[in-house]
């Protein structure tokens, strides 16, 4: 039976980081969205961008859709998932964290990170004439791709944006998440260097009963190896 997926890529990125795992997964038969987040659109004023705007630009995507879907997020779209399961969940047929920031009530993604890194981030956004975190080349080579070849690493960085600093210290409501009864998968990439070990698997443990689809790769898989990303993911709602 055909899916609809709507993808939801994580921080510095767009929608066009799952331009490969759309097209898997529309030649698998599928329907597949990736969204471009309030804030990541050229033209965007990032310095007027809330969480709040983050949400809506998602839950707007979501309330379109005609049937429900499997929503799918990467890395910082996880507690955007979190956030806006609760807005629509009758939108909802299956939710998917791959490599994601699973948050406790009442935190942010800056409560989960090396203090030396979000105080470093917070600074370097303090001082952007916007608000915003810039893409910061040796974080991405070290330690998003530290496995990746150099052209990888080149074209993505080509690619990423500045990321409005609220989408990290904006502290969430996950109470109202745990009252969403919508089955829930973890795809986690093993090799994935952004966190210390165990990072992410102690995230799931969050979310009660999930089903865990363990893959090799890192943490930015999903544009080296969209197949192998794809492929989890039609597992996922098989």
């Known amino acids: 039976m055909p899916e609809t997926f709507v993808l939801v890529h994580g921080a510095w990125h767009g929608g066009w980081v799952w331009d490969g795992v759309v097209k898997e997964l529309e030649a698998a038969g599928h329907k597949a969205l990736a969204p471009t987040l ?7 004023d990032r310095a007027k961008v809330t969480f709040d705007a983050i949400i809506d630009s998602l839950a707007t995507v979501l309330a379109a859709q005609s049937e429900p879907v499997v929503l799918v997020g990467h890395s910082s779209a996880g507690f955007v998932l979190q956030t806006v399961a609760a807005r629509v969940p009758e939108k909802l047929k299956r939710i998917v964290f791959l490599n994601a920031f699973i948050l406790p009530d009442g935190t942010c993604q800056f409560d989960l990170v090396p203090p030396e890194a979000s105080q470093g981030m917070t600074v370097a956004a303090q001082a952007s004439p916007d608000n915003c975190v810039p893409v910061i080349e040796e974080f991405v080579r070290d330690q998003l791709m530290p496995g990746d070849s150099k052209e990888a690493q080149d074209a993505l960085l080509a690619r990423l944006s500045p990321q409005p600093l ?13 009252q969403v009864n ?13 966190l210390p070990p165990g990072a992410f698997q102690g995230m799931v443990q969050a979310l009660g009963e999930c089903r865990v689809i363990e893959i090799p790769g890192g943490h930015e898989l999903l544009f080296i190896d969209p197949t192998a990303v794809a492929k989890a993911l039609l597992e996922a709602v098989a």
């Not at 309030?38 to 965007?44: Q, S, T």
């Not at 609220?166 to 745990?178: E, G, Q, V, Y």
């Not at 919508?182 to 952004?194: E, H, L, Q, Y």
């Open 38 to 44: 309030a804030g990541m659109a050229p033209g965007d």
């Open 166 to 178: 609220a989408l990290f210290t904006t502290p969430i409501n996950a109470r109202a998440f745990a």
């Open 182 to 194: 919508v089955p829930k998968t973890v795809v986690f990439c093993r090799d994935d260097a952004s």
